[in-house]
């Protein structure tokens, strides 16, 4: 059976989609989770909520989902073990190296490759399968075809409602170089839904041209089924419990077939950014971008008429005191609105922007809406059957367990209690949600007193709910000692370019523009090792098709972990790229490569602490801060320009460079808005993708000279 999982950013919202029906929730805990700004849960409340969920079989997965420095790493461990041991239902881990040596450490944990690290194709699945993970988490850009895949490698999850990042998931660094808020570390600040105006035809305006749509995949959930998607997931850890009601109940009632299954209403209502797109998983549509309105847009239900200076919208839907609305003019928001009063043929609403006739009403907070969606309780039903005679102990059955009091029962001299009382005593259930009903219920008329007849049903309560989510778990990692190489210097230079026909270095890393070029003219005279960069995503079909490619380089480095299943099949040497955020001596320890790049986040002192010889840092040039797996222009072909280069203008007048590369499909990156010119332990990678002079970098690098002076515009990023 196909499951719905729901976000949990709190005990509201867990108790909302347990309330609604989802079949499992996923949650962050105060620390290593990617959405450090939701409320999160702590040990003690996780374990609580872990068990009401565990009460109606609803399943509950724990994100620990950051890049962990090699500083955290005994702290993570320990909080994956104690959390396990609370009860959790799965881990989810970003990094797929530390979870590798937490299931060999720990055999009986399970766990989920989180969509950080960007599984999109059987590769990256066979990999995420021979390290042990149970379920992969896919990139939110697969396509239908590899999720069928996929699907038959390894227990696929696939996101079907709520935000899209504008980045492929675990590639992001613009939070963190332009604003020192890393988005893999849980901080990410939103950049991408900020206006930038980009140097091209129709875009110079200032708009939200990073912005996408909420994804919701609807109707089209049977495909996804149908390819062998095990988990149906919903986003929105930052979303307010009516979203995640209002969510699990629409995917339920798909699941369910039930009459008006696909309206889509009461979901508008509670978040909606661009009214929706189907995802690139079916194709990028017209909805994929959101660049006029960047938040929650509502939904349609009337526009303005100004009469006698009062906003009246137009409608035959009725609203209330606390409702809230957003006004468009041309597609643009122009101001926000509440409800006032009724009135003929609509109804007035308040708004301090001065509104016109024919802007257009979205309704974006709707009480009446919010608080049927909260009014839900699921509850357990427990059928009880109950006796209390004189020289016997009390005994309660409860759903055929069976309790029994600590002391013998009395008879009865005055008053004796009658089979009413004990029904009215265990009718109360206090906190826990059950549904009482009774079987038999017998007595002789025994004495006990109110106090002791409540004390009892509730030592029996308290014995049935623990009984039902106990939890027995002792597993502990005792070894944290990892066998890698040796802490020494590595004298070599590895550089990335475009081309390395004129290039003199150790490592030459050849990035493409165009996967149809001819690498053997771009390779030419150079001498040093040749690797082909493969960007973090592609397809398997793209895959199949650059194989041939790779048979000119001694290997293959890679933003994503499919490299490494795909270099062995190939028997090529593998250099773990940046993208991979190795941090830790765990990631050194387990990831199989021949040279490997620390994460651009590391700062000098964090990245010497690993350092071994096979080790690179980012030292000098281009620093990608996005992969963009979609169009920009709106997939406008017959009018591109396709050109490589373009430039992405903030609104601070900050410039970053986009480029685009060609697959077979047009992709895009983007790149920080000043150079890199860090200082560097040892093990010295460039990025001169974008530079016009690669060899002259080269070259102030080896002679030991400041590259400050060579950019005019420069960052040291993250070294200091």
């Known amino acids: 059976m196909t499951e719905i999982l729901a976000p949990a950013g709190d005990k509201n919202s867990v108790l909302a989609a347990v309330n609604a029906g989802a079949d499992a929730v996923y949650l962050g805990l105060k620390v290593y989770s990617a959405r450090s700004s939701a409320e999160n849960f702590d040990y003690e409340n996780f374990e609580e909520i872990s068990k009401y969920c565990h009460l109606f079989g609803v399943k509950v997965y724990v994100a620990l989902n950051t890049i962990v420095k090699n500083g955290e790493l005994k702290d993570f461990i320990s909080s994956a073990v104690t959390v396990w041991n609370k009860g959790a239902d799965a881990l989810i881990v970003s990094d797929v190296f530390l979870g590798k040596f937490l299931k060999e450490s720990c055999p009986e944990i399970a766990l989920h490759l989180s969509t950080q690290a960007g599984v999109c194709n059987a590769y990256g699945a066979k990999l995420a399968k021979e390290y042990g993970f149970d379920r992969v988490i896919l990139a939110r850009e697969t396509t239908l075809e590899d999720i069928k895949e996929i699907a038959r490698v390894i227990d696929t999850e696939v996101f079907v409602q709520g935000a899209l990042c504008t980045c492929f998931s675990g590639q992001c660094y613009l939070s963190s170089f332009a604003g020192g808020n890393s988005g893999n570390r849980g901080k990410c600040k ?19 041209r990073l912005s996408l749509s909420d994804l919701s995949v609807g109707e089209n959930v049977e495909m996804l089924i149908n390819a062998g998607v095990a988990s149906l997931k919903i986003e929105g850890r930052m979303r307010r419990p009516e979203y995640v009601s209002a969510a699990v109940k629409f995917y339920r009632n798909l699941l369910n077939n039930c009459e008006n299954s696909g309206d889509l209403s009461d979901l508008k209502r509670t978040f909606n950014r661009g009214n929706y797109t189907k995802g690139l998983g079916f194709g990028q549509d017209k909805s994929f971008i ?66 016109k006739n024919g802007d257009k009403v979205f309704i974006t907070t709707d009480t009446s809406l919010n608080l049927r969606l909260l009014s839900v309780e699921r509850k357990l039903p427990v059928k009880l059957e109950i006796n209390l005679f004189a020289g016997k102990k009390a005994e309660v059955t409860i759903n055929g367990r069976l309790y029994t009091g600590d002391k013998t029962l009395e008879p009865a001299h005055s008053r004796p209690l009658s089979v009413e009382d004990i029904k009215n005593a265990f009718k109360k259930i206090d906190k826990y949600p059950f549904e009482v009903s009774f079987g ?40 944290l000692t990892f066998s890698r190489k040796s802490n020494v210097n590595n004298a070599k230079l590895a550089a990335i370019c475009t081309n390395l026909s004129a290039l003199t270095a150790d490592i030459g890393i050849l990035k493409l523009s165009d996967f149809s070029a001819d690498v053997a003219r771009m390779t030419e005279n150079f001498k040093g090792e040749k690797y082909l960069f493969l960007p973090p995503y592609l397809t398997g079909k793209e895959i199949d098709a650059v194989k041939d490619i790779i048979k000119n380089f001694d290997g293959i480095y890679c933003d994503g972990i499919y490299g490494i299943k795909l270099a062995e099949e190939l028997k090529k040497s593998f250099f773990a790229g940046t993208g991979l955020n190795i941090s830790n001596v765990a990631d050194l320890a387990y990831c199989n490569a021949k040279h490997i790049a620390l994460s651009k986040e590391l700062t000098v002192s964090e990245a010497k602490v690993i350092m071994a010889e096979n080790t690179f840092y980012l030292t000098a040039g281009d620093i990608k801060v996005m992969d963009l797996i979609y169009c920009p222009f709106e997939k406008k072909c017959a009018s591109c320009d396709k050109r490589e280069a373009y430039t992405l203008t903030d609104e601070n007048g900050r410039k970053f460079p986009l480029r685009r590369y060609k697959t077979g499909e047009c992709r895009f990156e983007l790149y920080n808005c000043a150079s890199l010119a860090a200082a560097t332990p040892t093990g010295v990678l460039l990025d001169c993708t974008l530079q016009a002079e690669p060899q002259k970098i080269i070259e102030i690098c080896k002679n030991g000279k400041a590259l400050r002076e060579y950019f005019k515009n420069y960052t040291r990023g993250h070294s200091e």
């Open 290 to 355: 959101s660049p006029q309105v960047q938040g929650h847009i509502g939904e349609f239900v009337g526009v303005i008429k100004v009469e006698n200076g009062k906003f009246i919208c137009q409608s035959r839907q009725k609203f209330t005191k606390g409702d809230g609305f957003k006004i468009l003019r041309s597609g643009k928001e122009v101001g926000g609105a509440t409800y006032f009063s009724e009135t003929k043929n609509g109804f007035i609403i308040s708004s301090k922007s001065r509104l």
């Open 190 to 208: 939103q950049p991408c839904r900020k206006k930038y105006s980009i140097d091209r035809e129709d875009c110079e305006e200032s708009a939200y």
């Open 440 to 479: 038999k219920v017998n007595t002789d008329g025994v004495f006990m007193t109110t106090s002791e007849l409540n004390a009892f049903r509730r030592s029996v309560y308290v014995k049935f709910y623990n009984n039902l989510t106990a939890v027995d778990r002792k597993v502990n990692v005792n070894n």
